[in-house]
């Protein structure tokens, strides 16, 4: 399935092209624009459904609040074992692209504050990041990856670890606009 917030949208579950909506069947509203220097498309592909509606409904709500501030798209594949989701995320990123950095999510990744994060949003061309399934990423997502962050050194289900990020990506938005939702 693919989810993409500010510029397609996906079908509901009775297929009727007229209803559009999010992952947890919640029926979408017009982005509103804000003005100020346009950022970069954000990519984010994870491994399996949210199978929790509140953790769904919690992604909607992240996803609605970053597409005024920046393109997003969420791509969600395919359940598999490690090495067949790998190929497929690498699939899905294409070429290597330096305007396009590749960040992993691991748990042995490195620790970022959500300043730096901002930073690494507003320095690039665009960004995605890999959130590996329940058995948690392949080696080659992991080669791919132009680096490997975690966002706990705690484990977090893929769900648990889709919603934070969403959070952190927003978070990082609003710095990069001065919106007043940070408070450090």
């Known amino acids: 399935m693919r989810i993409v917030a500010g510029s397609a949208w996906t079908q509901a579950a009775d297929c009727r092209p007229d209803r559009r909506t999010l992952v947890s069947g919640t029926p ?16 984010i592909i994870v491994i399996g459904r949210c199978k929790d509606r509140r953790l769904a ?21 395919k359940d598999a074992d490690p090495r067949r989701e790998a190929a497929d995320m690498v699939r899905r990123l294409g070429a290597r692209d330096a305007a396009r950095p590749v960040l992993a999510l691991d748990e042995k990744g490195e620790d970022l504050t959500t300043a730096a994060l901002a930073k690494i949003l507003g320095a690039h061309g665009g960004l995605s990041f890999l959130v590996g399934g329940a058995d948690g990423l392949g080696d080659e ?10 966002l706990s050194s705690l484990t977090l289900t893929h769900e648990m670890a889709r919603v934070l990020l969403l959070e952190q990506v927003y978070r990082g938005l609003t710095i990069l606009r001065g919106l007043p939702y940070h408070r450090a």
């Open 28 to 43: 979408l509203r017009r982005p509103r624009t804000i003005p100020g220097k346009a950022l970069p498309l954000l990519r």
């Open 57 to 77: 409904a919690l992604a909607d709500d992240y996803l609605a609040r970053i597409r005024p501030l920046a393109p997003i798209e969420v791509l969600e594949l």
């Open 141 to 150: 997502a992991r080669t791919r990856a132009d680096r490997t962050i975690r």
